[in-house]
């Protein structure tokens, strides 16, 4: 003959059932665990790459920078060359045949409101050709 083994009823059958229902509920937080762990690291890669990226940039930006500044410095040296008064005179009496003056001629300086030396009173047409 075959024994079959019916479950008991009462105390003896409610065990193994809470056992099974502890079991699953570990097992569940345990998965929610796990995956709040990879969401977690995945979001932790995501802003380490959003950091390297800009960090890319800034580092980009700086090496503009440096450069941009070597050549203002560059370029403000070739303007003092140029704007030398020696190297003007050069060029001027040189390449473009001008000859130095044989005396110089300053102007005097005009003060509105000097009773000594007024100005006089433009015309009635400042920019004509004749004059009256």
Known sequence: MTAINWPLRGAAQTAPRANVEQSNRTGSWAVMVVL??????LS????RSVLVSEQFGLDRLNARLENAQEQSQVLRMEVARLENPDRILAVAQGRLGMVPPPARVYL?????????????????????????
């Open 44 to 47: 932790l890669a995501g802003f």
């Open 108 to 132: 005097a300086a005009v003060v509105p409101g000097d009773p000594l030396h007024p100005v006089p009173a433009p015309s009635l047409n400042a920019f004509s050709r004749t004059t009256r």
């Open 36 to 41: 709040a762990v990879f969401v977690l690291l």
